[in-house]
C-alpha cells in the first residue's frame, strides 16, 4: 500500500528557507506516470498547490510560487522535498504531500495525501 509521510521543522524563521521531505513507501517515485506534489493550506484560506516533481525528474510549480519554491527528490530514499525560500509570516500553514497522476482527459487524479505538517513562520 501506497504511504506519503512528511517530515521537517515545525517553525522556521522569517526571510530563512523552509524545508520539508516526503518518504513514499509502497510505490517507487520513479514509477511511470506519475507526478509528487506539494500543497499547503493557510489558516482560513484554500488548499493551494505549489508544485510537483515527476516520475521522470521534471518539475513544475505554481507561478505564484515558482520565484521561491524547489522541489528534488532523492531516488535513493525514495524521497522528494521542497525548499521555499525567504519565507514570511504568510506562508504559516499545513503542508502535505501527495501522489497525482495525468489522467487520459487531461485531468489530474490526486491518488494519495500524506498526512500534513503544521508549520509556523515566526520570529
Known amino acids: 500500500q501506497v504511504q506519503l509521510q512528511e517530515s521537517g521543522p515545525g517553525l522556521v524563521k522569517p526571510s530563512q528557507t523552509l524545508s520539508l521531505s516526503c518518504t513514499v513507501s509502497g510505490i517507487s517515485i520513479t514509477t511511470r506516470f506519475y507526478y509528487w506534489s506539494w500543497i499547503r493550506q493557510a489558516p482560513g484560506k484554500d488548499r493551494e498547490w505549489m508544485g510537483a516533481i515527476a516520475y521522470d525528474g521534471s518539475t513544475y510549480y505554481s507561478p505564484s510560487l515558482e520565484n521561491h519554491t524547489s522541489i528534488s527528490r532523492d531516488t535513493s530514499k525514495n524521497q522528494f522535498s521542497l525548499q521555499l525560500s525567504s519565507v514570511t509570516p504568510e506562508d504559516t500553514a499545513v503542508y502535505y504531500c501527495?501522489?497525482?497522476?495525468?489522467?487520459?482527459?487531461?485531468?489530474?487524479?490526486?491518488?494519495?495525501w500524506g498526512q500534513g505538517t503544521q508549520v509556523t513562520v515566526s520570529s
Open positions: 501527495a501522489r497525482d497522476r495525468l489522467a487520459p482527459n487531461g485531468t489530474i487524479v490526486r491518488d494519495d
